[in-house]
């Protein structure tokens, strides 16, 4: 029993760990593009699709979560 939930919780945490990595990748991107002459579209751009990729990765892992929590 506690492996089986150990392994979701796992999976879950792996998850949040490459969304938290999104957010991090977009700090980084944004401080450099900010000091250069990029218009801010472009600095919003960047951030859209790392938002979406960083929701995109928590909405994963937490369906994938609920999904096998209620398998068991």
Avoid: C, S
């Avoid at 029993?1 to 879950?12: G, H």
């Avoid at 490459?18 to 218009?39: E, Q, R, S």
């Amino acid at each position: 029993m506690f492996a089986e939930n150990f392994e979701q919780i796992e999976a879950l945490m792996t998850n949040l760990a490459i969304a938290v990595l999104f957010l991090l990748i977009g700090l980084a991107i944004h401080d450099v593009l900010k000091k250069g002459d990029v218009p801010k579209f472009g600095r919003y751009a960047v951030w859209l699709v790392l938002f979406l990729g960083m929701a995109g990765f928590l909405a994963k892992g937490v369906i994938q979560f609920i999904i096998e929590a209620n398998l068991q």
